[in-house]
């Protein structure tokens, strides 16, 4: 009987777990389910640009009735965007929309995009976890080909909402400087995930050794663009030297970040070699030189 009662209860377990899975995302049981997933939308959308984004997001406008919706403005655009991009490139209408799924924990961020052509999935995750945002799906989505950078308004706007807890303005900043920096660098490089990966890897140099002077953190940078055989200009590593002088300033957690942005650091530990590393190896060879020079002075000795 007991056998049979704990069979039940896999059983049900599995069902209860299987219709959890929405639009290719599970969400965690709960009395709030509902209130799980939370959609901000650009102001401007109207007409087909919003079935197309609906769509995208995997929504139909009955399922949005049961969702959390924000709208993001172009003034919201510039408020944020406004310091790093000019006005012409942020444009006059809100149109970038996301749809964030809270996930389970250990999830990290998840990101896909649709039709965003300037900011990739892990340019999103780097930035969002730098952010603080954890264990999130999130669908980026344009109406038709569009940079996207405003998307991080309303990631951010909707993991608040989500969490009930407001994000820092210097957080926030830091972020949004973080991926204008990697958008720029991607450009100049034009190498996009090249871009994200040096952006991950000097993060964390910068943060592991908690680096903050001008001169230290362009020292990483440059170590690092050269491990990684890219070639910077000086506009690149100023660039990079101001976003990375803002996230020495606030205190992040590493592991947390390693955590969230999981794909992208277990990719850079398969890619790269570490300053200590690098100084090991160094170190190897010079005492193997050395007991070479001792043996051979003990010889005539």
Known sequence: MRNIKQRIAVILLAFLMAATITGGYIIPVSADAEEQTIVTLGADLEGEDRSTVLR????????????????????????????????????????????????????????????????????????????GIEDANVIVAGPFEISGTAALVGTMKAYEE??????????????????????????????????????????????????????????????AAD??????????????????????????????????????YDKLDSLNISADEVQGIFDKILDFFKNIYDKIINLFS
């Open 227 to 264: 491990e990684m055989n890219i070639n910077l200009s000086k506009e690149d590593i100023d660039n990079i030297v101001s976003s990375m002088k803002k996230i020495s300033e606030l205190d992040l957690d590493l592991d947390r970040i390693k955590e969230q942005a999981k794909g992208l």
């Open 56 to 131: 995208l997001l995997s929504l139909s406008e009955e399922e949005l009735s049961d969702c959390k919706v924000l709208t993001i403005t172009n003034q919201d655009e510039h408020d944020y965007l406004g310091e790093y991009l000019t006005a012409d490139v942020i444009g006059k209408r809100a149109l970038s929309s996301i749809r964030l799924d809270k996930a389970s924990e250990g999830n990290g961020i998840q990101v896909s995009t649709q039709n965003i052509n300037y900011c990739t999935e892990s340019m999103y995750i780097n930035a969002l976890a730098t952010a």
């Open 162 to 223: 989500l969490t009930g807890e407001p994000i820092s303005e210097e957080v926030k900043d830091a972020a949004t400087e973080e991926l204008v920096t990697t958008g720029k660098l991607s450009e100049s490089i034009d190498d996009a995930e090249a871009a994200s990966e040096l952006i991950g890897y000097i993060k964390n140099e910068v943060i592991a050794k908690g680096v903050s002077s001008d001169a230290d953190i362009e020292e990483i940078v440059e170590q």
